[in-house]
């Protein structure tokens, strides 16, 4: 649909709305008739793009007039909560930061399949979907809308603004479990009542509908990058061709609901049967186990730290050279003090680290040694197997 539209095509099986921030009130008129002719309507808002960071100056947020796709949904009974962004410390996600080092995100969420639903077909078979820094939404009373993904009881909320400028360790020491579970995917699954009371001017009164002829599929999900290769596909070079390795059920998820949507959902069952992965589930609850543990400690040392150099690297602008060689003697050996004091706290930001990643090294240590005995044992276990039998033969 190009940008700005007022109608959409005539011969959509399905419409799919991906982060459409700003839409003209006649197309939003549009989408909501295409709904109560029964169409099927697949919407993906996010609170945080990482992929279009443009998208991230105007986000939809819902308002008792209808400006966006949010008061849409408000009207069918699912709310969009557009300040805030999700996160779980439960299923964080394991990433690399500046220093490429791992580190647990609570707001890139790998979620299992005991998050999907298990009575709509769409989600049923799923086995993970990872969702970056996403959006939740609150099914309304008396609402047809249904979760298909949701959180853990230790998942917690962020606003939007401090996703622009601080780091991910910064944000992750920030996220406060509140208990509460969040839904992350919804669908309709009945009737739905339009959102305008009636047409706009130039539209006939007798083709305006305002309740859906059937239950219309409308489905939404609070993220838009896990679409995307970064957070969907492995990328690999096989006989000097480019194929792509599913890395989650991110794509399967979307085609299920395109399908479903579309009225022709034969492949949803077969899709994901397979499990893509054989995660270290034990390291990755090890790893989570100690970060949650020193994470307010790591946080404040590496804020320090940040803090510091951040200083250091304003006093050349402020004594108007390009660089630390050109300041006076007396500037750089207050500088070399300063440095001085950072190194206790890069010292003990490492034995943080380090201790954060002890019982990972120590169940390493043990796997390793396993695997090094393991096939000399079994080895000298056959060889006394077929020495007894030997034996019990030549008594015979």
Not at 27 to 56: F, T
Not at 69 to 93: K, P, T, W
Not at 344 to 357: G, N, V
């Amino acid at each position: 649909v190009p940008h700005f539209s007022d109608t959409l095509p005539d011969d959509l099986d399905a419409l799919l709305v991906v982060d459409a921030t700003i839409l003209k009130k006649d197309m939003l008129y549009a989408i909501d008739q295409y709904a109560m002719k029964g169409g099927g309507v697949v919407i993906l808002m996010d609170p945080h793009l990482r992929s279009n960071q443009a998208s991230n100056a105007v986000n939809p947020e819902p308002s008792d007039t209808i400006n966006d796709l949010s008061d849409l949904l408000q009207a069918y009974g699912l709310l969009y909560e557009a300040a805030e962004v999700v996160g779980d410390q439960r299923f964080a996600a394991n990433v690399m930061n500046q220093a490429q080092q791992q580190s647990s995100y609570p707001f890139w969420l790998r979620l299992p399949r005991s998050q999907f639903s298990s009575e709509h077909p769409v989600s049923a078979d799923l086995n993970e979907v990872l969702l970056p820094e996403p959006g939740a939404f609150t099914v309304l009373p008396d609402s047809s809308f249904t979760s298909l993904i949701t959180t853990s009881d230790r998942a917690g909320a962020l606003g939007r603004s401090p996703f622009q400028q601080q780091t991910p360790g910064q944000l992750a020491g920030r996220l406060e479990p509140d208990g509460k579970t969040r839904v992350l995917a919804a669908v309709s699954t009945g009737p739905l009542k339009s959102a305008f009371a009636q047409a706009p001017d130039g539209v006939p009164s007798e083709d305006h509908l305002t309740r859906s002829t059937r239950a219309p599929a409308i489905f939404a999900v609070g993220d838009v990058d896990w679409i995307f290769d970064p957070f969907s596909v492995q990328q690999l070079d096989v006989s000097g061709q480019s194929v792509n390795r599913p890395l989650n059920d991110n794509w399967a998820f979307l085609a299920n609901m395109l399908e479903f949507a579309a009225g022709d959902p034969a492949l949803i069952g077969i899709r994901s049967r397979g499990r893509l992965d054989r995660p270290f589930t034990r390291i990755a609850a090890l790893f989570r186990q100690a970060q949650a543990q020193f994470r307010d400690k790591e946080t404040d040392l590496a804020t320090r730290i940040a803090n510091v150099e951040a200083q250091i690297a304003k006093i050349p602008e402020a004594a108007g050279v390009s660089n630390l060689e050109q300041l006076p003697d007396t500037l750089k050996t207050k500088i070399a003090e300063i440095r001085q004091q950072l190194l206790p706290l890069r010292r003990e930001l490492r034995t943080i680290r380090l201790a954060m990643r002890e019982d990972i090294e120590a169940l390493r240590l043990r796997v390793i040694v396993f695997n090094l005995l393991a096939g000399p044992l079994l080895v000298l276990m056959f060889a006394l197997i077929v020495r007894a039998v030997r034996l019990r033969w030549r008594v015979r």
